[in-house]
Structures are given as C-alpha cells and as structure tokens.
C-alpha cells in the first residue's frame, strides 16, 4: 500500500509540474475514495497549482482530477467524461438489473476500473460514467447485462437529480461521527469505531480517522461497505438532552 501510495503521489505530482510548466490542463483517470483521499493530503506537492475534482454531474463518487484553472490558464477545458445512456431494448421483459451487474458487465468487456465512474440506475434508464476514451467502445460491445438486451447511447445527465436521497431523522448523544455512523446504519458503537481503524470512513473524499470527528454540515460521508450520506446538521434536542440530527442517505 505504501508503495501504491508513492506511485500516486509521484503522478500527481506529475500531472501538477505539466499542467503549470505547458500552461495546459491535464486530467486524472477516475479516482476512488482513498485515491482522492491522498490527493487532497499533498498540498505544497502540487506546485500550487488549482485542483478541482468532477464526476460527470452532481452527487457522484468516483470523480476525475482536473489540474490547472481558467484564472491560471486563460482558457477552460471540459473534463474527458462522457455520460452514457442504457435503456433495454423491450422494457417489458426487462430485469431489475443492479449497479454490481453493470459494473460487472463492463468489466468482463476487459475494461480498466479507473476509466469508469458512477453508475446511476433511474426507472427509466441506467446513466453510466466512463472515460471520453473509452464511451464508444463500451456502447459497440456492451449489448447485454444478464439476459436483458441493451441500447446504448450518448447523452447529456438529465438535469433532475441521478442520486436519490432518502432524509431521515435520529437521535445521537453527540455530534461524534462514529455515533451519527452508528445510528444511520444500525452499528454498535464498537463496530461504528472499528471502520475509523480499518480506514473506511471519508468526509467529501477525505480520510477520516478520528471516531470523535464532529461532521460539517453539507459534507458527503462516505462509509465503504455501507454507503454514503449528506450531513445536514442538528436540528433540536429532546427533554434528555439527546440530539435530533438530520442526515439525507443515499439510496
């Protein structure tokens, strides 16, 4: 792991050194959690050039860095991320396909997990993330997931939200993330603190590692393994002195 995280390092820091010494912008393929966790860690590394990260629309995950900025650089440029659109071909014997059986589809294509991003699935269609790159060969061959035939296309995301949130309401003796974890997922404290220690727990990309960690309000928290939820802060306390916490899981 240390090795991996060296290797990187040194291509951030790569990417960096181009984007400042060509007076260009240059990319990243997609980036997991602990990848942009790293990423959001090496500060002077960078050369002090602007980091932004994006995964195709709103809401998602995986997201690609973008090193360099209009201020800097005079010009913008859109990230190589094409979004595409998988409806079946008959609706009606269609089955209830799940994020796994896409991405495992895509995969078995002989794909590279970093050159996809989220997979978001609607009532209507399915929204696939990938590389610029690589769009046109995932919609020539990916024709079928499971036994439901597939068409594929280009498209825009749609403009109504791809990630849906279910808000909910509990109670907490504290702000401590581990105890928001806690309830939001039905832990026992001790499981909630044993994720801190297996490095599961992220805060809008970055690595979280005190269990005493008091959450922002509208910061992502991701728990890998579980899932992921916007912080939206305290919104009462009852007669005990319990906290009433409101939090929007992503479902």
Known sequence: MREENELLRRRFSELARRSDAQATYTFTDFLGLAEQSLLK???RELR???TELFGGTDGCERLVARFGSEEELGYTEEYPIACIKAVPKNKKYAEALTHRDYL????NLGIERETLGDIAITEEATYIFALSGIADFIISNLTRVRHTDLTLSLSEPPS???FRTEERKIQVSSERLDAVIARVYSLSRDDAQALFV?????ADGREIQSSSYSPKEGEIISVRGHGRFLYIGQVGTTRKGRLNVAVQVYV
């Open 41 to 43: 860690t090496m500060g």
């Open 48 to 50: 002090g050039v602007k």
């Open 104 to 107: 495992g589809a895509i995969l």
């Open 160 to 162: 109504e939200a791809l």
């Open 198 to 202: 297996k490095r599961l727990v992220f």
